[in-house]
């Protein structure tokens, strides 16, 4: 809730920070660092929680939902984290909204033929939007 919000790439900064998502080229959970950029990397939803059926390559955020989904979703419901309200709805979230980030952030066609996972948003294009256009003056994100 008190969080300060850092954008960074800069390792001595990201040394110090409690959590690090999206950066810093590390995926150590117990040390809450949550990257999927090394070449190394291969987890998906079903190798981090083999009760889960996706096979698709995740994100970070991807990472960050597998982590920590329940439990944010049973504290918002107020239902138990393993019951089966928190349950159903953290599989349709996933199958229906984040496994979409996930693919596309990690260049997964959604078809070579029948679909691999359900395209729902344009999430990427609202991002897209939120990014300077290469003509733009102001080329700081940081710029509201």
Request: with cysteine.
């Amino acid at each position: 809730q008190d969080a300060e919000v850092v954008r960074t790439r800069d390792p001595q900064r990201l040394a110090q920070c409690d959590v690090v998502v999206d950066v810093g080229g590390e995926y150590d959970p117990e040390r809450h660092r949550y990257d999927h950029h090394q070449r190394s990397f291969t987890q998906s939803m079903r190798s981090l929680r083999p009760d889960k059926p996706w096979t698709t390559k995740l994100s970070s955020a991807g990472l960050v939902y597998c982590h920590f989904g329940s439990q944010i979703l049973a504290g918002l419901l107020g239902q138990p984290e393993d019951g089966p309200v928190v349950t159903a709805l953290y599989d349709k979230l996933y199958e229906n909204f984040v496994e979409e980030i996930d693919a596309i952030d990690n260049g997964i066609a959604q078809a070579e033929g029948e679909p691999r996972y359900a395209l729902t948003t344009t999430l990427s294009a609202r991002v897209g939007h939120l990014n300077p256009r290469w003509n733009d003056p102001e080329q700081d994100t940081e710029v509201g």
